[in-house]
Every structure is written in structure tokens, then in C-alpha cells.
């Protein structure tokens, strides 16, 4: 091990190109091209410090791996190739909901068909494309002189000019068998992968010899193909079904993108392996939820969702702090001790523990509400808008997944509507 410090990786530095005297853009623009230059030495410099990246006395230079491809340890390179490969698994999913996910749902019974379409009214049109999709109670009294039409007549044909624009059964199933096969695949292949390496019995492998412990070629299809799902996620989160929480989805996806990526740059793949595996173990269970209510398989439903909530509490309240957290931050400490990355690290970790509990409790609390009163409450993240008319029709129905009583409860029969769980991801 080399003691010392370079101000990047090896595979970072870059030399600005060499201008001859006299040549294209004079003594200005060499003293200008030469200050960027510097400008950017600096901030390579700061942002590839080793003193925060790496355990004390160990270089970028002792991680740079074996000349000809022997000895390999991760790169900051290597991340990028998760931009192809995302874009790959992007255009996989489109394939896949059109040839695989939509035959399947057209097999069940599930049709291509939206909500109620609003009575056409180039009036009301203008008003929903040019000013405002929610008129306030000013403007539907103006409205209502105009057209002549009652003040609930006006809001229903907004309600149900909104809800045009929503996703249908069919679109939503797809989005949701696609997340369920990926998920399911990748848990799958996480087990079968960890379940020969030692660190998965012996979590105090995760650090023996860290920072050199060499990258093995199924470690960095596992690690990279995960970030690349993510970056995929990030990409079609604009094109998929908008809901309330959007951009929460949006931080949360792209925290995970940083947490795996940075535990990528230091080398903490081992641990990341684990924590990758865990949180897969529940993520299909819920799509699988999904899918069986959006096909009406009312009980089945039911039971994922149950099932789901029981593997994502025993997980995230139960594995991940004593067994993730607890080798990240005691186990750790006592073989390699802290240093900044090592802070931030857990940092985030903690952090995550903390989302955990809030997703937990919000689990229980809806399990709770169904399995003792016999119903929940609204799904703030509801793709569509129900009507007084819809409402009251539905109410007695024992036929429509979704049955909504006067008071907002959502029921079957007395049976609470699991799909209610599963939009509360």
C-alpha cells in the first residue's frame, strides 16, 4: 500500500491540449484556456479528495487495479455504462408491456377502456386547456350564467374531463406486471448470487482487506444493472402514471441512484449487495398486489398485499437494522474505523432507516383499518377522481373493484378494496 494522496483517480486526470505559440486565439485565450484548465484541476482536486473517499493512507493510484486487466477493483467509469444499459432496459419495457404484459391483461378481462368521457363543450374545453383545470367557485357561477347549466352539472364535466386524460386499467396493469417481473428477476438473481458469497453468512467479510477486495464480473452486472433500472425509472417516471406524489418518487429515486453510485466509487459493493437484495425481497410482492386487482382477483389481492406488508416490516424493522446497520456502523468501525465517506455513508443509511419506519407505520396503519373496521381511507395518490353520481352508484356494487360509500370508506361488500393498499406504495 502506497501512502500519499493524488489529487484524482488515475482514469479522471486529464491533460488539456498543448497550443503551440502564435496559434488560434492569441496570448488571451492561452491564459484563459490555461485558468479553466486550472479551475477544473481544483475542482477535481476537491471533489476526488482521498482523505474523504478512502480509508487513511490509501491512494486513487492503489485502487487503479492490475495493468492487463488482472486484479479490478470499481471505477468511477464504470457507472456510465449504466446510461446505455438503462436506455436498453427502457426499450425492453416497451416491448414487453406491448407484445407480453398487454396480451396477458386482454386474457383476463381487462379492457382498454378509460373513465367516463365529458360531454363535448368548446366553452368548458377552453377553460380546461387555457386557464385552469379546477375552476373556483367565482368562475363556475360565470360559467353557469354562460351555458346556462347547474353549478354541479359545471364541476361533474370538469371531474370527468380530468379523469379523461388518466390512465386506463389496462395501461396501469402493464406498468405493473413489467416492475413485478423486473423486481422478481433481479431478487432472484440476487439470492442465487449472495448466496455463495461469504459476506451474505459473514457480514464482517464486508470489510476484511477494504478497501481492496477485488471486483468480480457478477458483482458488477448485479451492482450496474440495478443502477441502470433506476436511471430507467428516472427516464419513464415522466411518461408513466402521474400521481400526487410524483415528485417525492422523484428524490427518492434519485437518492437511490446517489446512495448506489457512491457506495460504487469507494468500493462498499459488498454491503450495497446487501442491501440491494433486501429491499428487493418485498418490491414484487406489491406489484404482484397490483396485478391482481386491477384483474378483479379481489382475495388474492388481498393475501399479496398482506404477505407484502408482513416481508416489508420484517425487512426494513427488522434485518436492515440489525443487520445491515449493524455491521455499517459497528462492525466496520471496529475493522477500518471511520473517515468522511464512512460518516456519510451510514448517514444516509440512517436516513433510510427512518423512511422505513414512516412507510412501516403507514402499512400497519392501513392493515389495521382493514382488517378491524372493515375500511381505509382515501388514497391521497388516487389516479382517478370519483363523482357524487359514480359514488352513489357504486356503493351497493358488488361487481367493480372499487366501491366508495357516502363517508369516502372504500368497501367490497363489507371487504375492504385492496387496491387501495396497493397504490399506497
Known sequence: ???????????????????????????GGRRRRKMAAAAAALLRAWFWNE??????NVTWADLAGEPGGGLQYPRAGHVLSAFPLA????????????????PC?????????????AQPNAILEKVFTSIT?????????????????????????????????KPT?????CESMWRFTFYLSIFLYGIKFLWSAPWFWDTRQCW??????????????????????????MFSQFTDIKRKDFLIMFVHHLATIGLITFSYMNNMVRVGTLVLCLHDASDFLLEAAKLANYAKYQRLCDAFFMLFGVVFIVTRLGIFPFWILNTTLFESWELIGPYPSWWLFNGLLITLQILHIIWSYLIIRIAYKALVRGKVSKDDRSDVESSSEEEEATSNSTKGVFSTSSNGSNRINGHVASGQWTEEE
Open 208 to 233: 476484511y482487506n477494504y478497501p481492496f477486495q477485488p471486483l468480480t464480473s457478477r458483482l458488477y452486472y448485479y451492482y450496474i444493472l440495478e443502477l441502470a433500472f433506476y436511471w430507467s425509472l
Open 133 to 165: 383545470k379546477s375552476p373556483d367557485g367565482k368562475r363556475l357561477e360565470g360559467l353557469s350564467k354562460q351555458l346556462d347549466w347547474d353549478v354541479r352539472k359545471i364541476q361533474r364535466w370538469f371531474r370527468h374531463r380530468r379523469n379523461q386524460d
Open 1 to 27: 500500500m502506497r501512502a500519499g494522496c493524488s489529487a484524482a483517480p488515475l482514469w479522471l486526470r486529464w491533460q488539456p491540449e498543448q497550443r503551440q505559440p502564435g496559434g488560434e486565439g492569441g496570448g
Open 105 to 117: 391483461a386482454i386474457n383476463l378481462g381487462i379492457q382498454d377502456s378509460g373513465p367516463h368521457r
Open 87 to 102: 436506455l436498453g432496459i427502457f426499450a425492453v419495457r416497451l416491448l414487453f408491456e406491448r407484445f407480453i404484459a398487454k
Open 51 to 56: 482523505r474523504f473517499w478512502l480509508p487513511h
Open 169 to 173: 386499467t389496462l395501461t396501469k396493469f
